[in-house]
């Protein structure tokens, strides 16, 4: 068992991060908005861009922006887990022997039909 000296010693990744100053510097809106659109042109935040332009070999891994179309998928993926885990429910019932309740599967498969709609309209817009 740990004693309290040790249990504070030890730090986790966060904690421990050697980072310890922050550049800033004043730009115009229109650079900045340029500056932005120029980061998002190479699919990084602002900071790793600039970062990117400024340093030979930077010793932070570039930080990359998620495509909306990605983002907007990795959330379909979240509804489509959850909509598996209450069908999954629903047949552990069946298994059991019990009759599952048929609004609950009417909903269920509903949610579904909807989902997959509206994940074949985000991949006709990207593909």
């Not at 998002?40 to 930077?58: E, K, N, V, Y």
């Amino acid at each position: 068992m740990q004693t309290t000296a040790q249990a504070k010693t030890k730090r986790s990744g966060s904690e421990s991060r050697q980072r310890n100053c922050i550049v800033k510097f004043r730009a115009k809106r229109d650079e900045r908005e340029e500056m932005q659109a120029n980061a998002a042109a190479a699919g990084l935040t602002l900071g790793s861009f600039l970062r990117s332009l400024a340093l030979d070999s930077p010793r932070t891994r570039p930080v990359r922006k998620l495509a909306p179309a990605v983002a907007e998928l990795a959330h379909f993926k979240g509804q489509i887990g959850r909509i598996g885990g209450n069908i999954h429910q629903l047949l552990r019932q069946a298994n059991r022997g019990e009759i599952p309740d048929v609004d609950e599967l009417h909903e269920a498969a509903e949610e579904a039909r909807e989902i997959l709609a509206a994940v074949h309209e985000v991949l006709k817009g990207v593909l």
